[in-house]
């Protein structure tokens, strides 16, 4: 008789995994902890002062704790609770607040998003972090996604998943560095953000951000797009700095980093011409053009802004982050690097990575285009600043500018003192927003669009415009002595 156990079965058509994601069980169990997360979360929506002084107190205690846990004061008193909704997030003092920052541009689709949170959930029987040996389903549909939204017109084949924007431009740091050898240094833009790692700080171009590190003077700056000298004016100047580099160190350049819109170094852009009369001079010279869209991916109004700007046929190496919820190198083929260069022991949680590639799904979704979400959006922002520096703010607003979901505001003269007072009062009026610029200094934010519609912009702005003339009333009542 034969062994029951060992009795030929119809070929199984499904991982266990795959079985139990999609089994009733599941889906119900998993709908019920949503609904239940959901209920709690509309109890959030609206800016609200603290829920009661016991709380208030216990969260000045908390505070007090990690800031002498961490020897360094927070930029201003958050420390959120663990749930938000949409636009709003809650501190732990049950107050809640218009979050325009989103931790520097991670939660781009708000707080809370029922469909970030499914597949987070989707993630739960999974390992809870992956690493590079041993890489799960998620990695692969990751880099899948984000290799089948590149233009026909671009040459990105081949990528890589890794946990943060720093690390993601190591990465293309060494695999430009070992295509490009022996030439190693890297042409950026001034006022350029790369990160903070040993190799990234040093590219940054802020000195502040290195105090006390070496510097192996492996990076030469040139200025970026100047609106008041124009695209010729600009070009002038940015191409006589590159050509006089190039010319100094011949053959010792590996690359030209840039941020098609600069991020913390204050929302710059420039017009598709000065982008593709430098990258003309550098690639001549064998320069690599290394994209770094960590604060762009997903924002500008395309998945990418090298989309946004038609500059998809001149990249050859893109690094995202952030509201990816990963982070990720792609590159042509030419830059595949040989065995060893890169790897690591994690590549993300399952949860990050399943949140990731449902992000990209989210944003095919209505959001890109002149018609999109993105741009409608930006455009109301742009309308309501528009009304507020020619009206009550008049001569309060210095400057104001918006590509896509990045938004930048430079209230009053834009020293880091008055502007530093501004994002203070917005806070207690309940919007948390941040600075960016190297002078003047700008409102910086970078708002979770994927959250929000009109009314929610309206709001913030009014309450912009609020922080900006309560500043400059107790300015001028402190200079007339009143
Ligand atoms: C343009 C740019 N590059 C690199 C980084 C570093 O990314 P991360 O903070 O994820 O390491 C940032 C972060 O702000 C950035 O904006």
Redesign the pocket.
């Known amino acids: 008789m034969q062994n029951p156990q060992h009795a030929p079965t119809a070929p199984a058509t499904m991982t266990e995994a795959s079985r139990l994601l999609g089994s009733d069980e599941f889906t119900r169990a998993r709908d019920q902890l949503l609904q239940v997360v959901e209920a709690a979360s509309r109890g959030v929506a609206g800016v609200r002062g603290p829920r009661s002084d016991v709380l208030a107190q216990s969260y000045r205690e908390a505070l007090r704790q990690f800031q002498k846990d961490r020897g360094r004061d927070l930029f201003f008193p958050f420390m959120a609770s663990g749930i938000g909704h949409g636009p709003w997030v809650e501190l732990a003092d049950g107050s809640v607040k218009y979050d325009m920052i989103t931790g520097?541009?991670i939660n781009f689709f708000g707080h809370t998003h029922p469909e970030l949170m499914r597949a987070a959930i989707d993630a739960s029987a999974a390992d809870i972090y992956q690493g590079n040996l041993e890489p799960g389903v998620e990695v692969a549909e990751l880099l899948r996604a984000l290799l089948s939204r590149v233009d026909s017109g671009s040459r990105l084949r081949n990528g890589w998943i890794t946990t943060?924007?720093?690390?993601a431009?190591e990465i293309a740091l060494k695999i430009i560095r070992q295509k490009k050898t022996p030439a190693t240094r890297v042409i950026a833009f001034r006022d350029c953000?790369?990160?903070?790692s040993t190799a990234?700080q040093e590219i940054t171009d802020n000195p502040k951000y290195r105090e006390g590190q070496p510097l192996y003077g492996e990076t030469a700056y040139i200025p970026f797009y100047m609106p008041k000298l124009g695209l010729q004016g600009s070009l002038d100047l940015t191409l006589c700095a590159l050509e006089d580099h190039l010319q100094r160190y011949p053959g010792k350049f590996a690359a030209l980093m840039l941020?098609i819109v600069q991020?913390?170094g204050g929302f710059n852009s420039a017009p598709r011409e000065f982008y593709t009369r430098v990258f003309e001079v550098a690639k001549r010279a064998g320069l690599a053009i290394w994209a770094?869209e960590?604060?762009t991916f997903g924002r500008t109004g395309e998945l990418f802004a090298f989309q946004k700007f038609g500059l998809g046929d001149w990249v050859d190496v893109v690094t995202a982050?952030?509201m990816l919820h990963a982070?990720a190198v792609l590159f042509t083929e030419e830059f595949n690097p040989k065995p060893g260069l890169v790897a690591g022991t994690f590549t993300g949680t399952s949860a990050s990575l399943r949140v990731s590639k449902r992000v990209i799904e989210l944003l095919d979704q209505g959001y890109y285009g002149a018609d999109g979400r993105i741009e409608r959006l930006s455009a109301r922002f742009a309308s309501n600043l528009e009304r507020i520096s020619g009206g009550s703010c008049r001569g309060l607003i210095g400057d104001w500018r918006n590509v896509g979901g990045m938004i930048a505001v430079q209230p009053l003269s834009g020293t880091l003192e008055e502007v530093k007072a501004v994002l203070m009062r917005l806070f207690d009026l309940g919007v948390v927003a941040f600075y960016c610029g190297h002078g003047p200094i700008l409102i910086r934010m970078l708002p979770p669009l994927g959250a929000m519609n009109e009314g929610h912009v309206d709001e913030v702005c009014a309450l912009l415009e609020r922080a900006i003339l309560d500043v400059a009333a107790a300015r001028s009542s402190k200079g007339t002595g009143a």
């Open positions: 520097i541009g943060c924007g720093t690390m431009n953000f790369a990160g903070r990234m941020e991020g913390e770094d960590i604060q982050a952030k982070s």
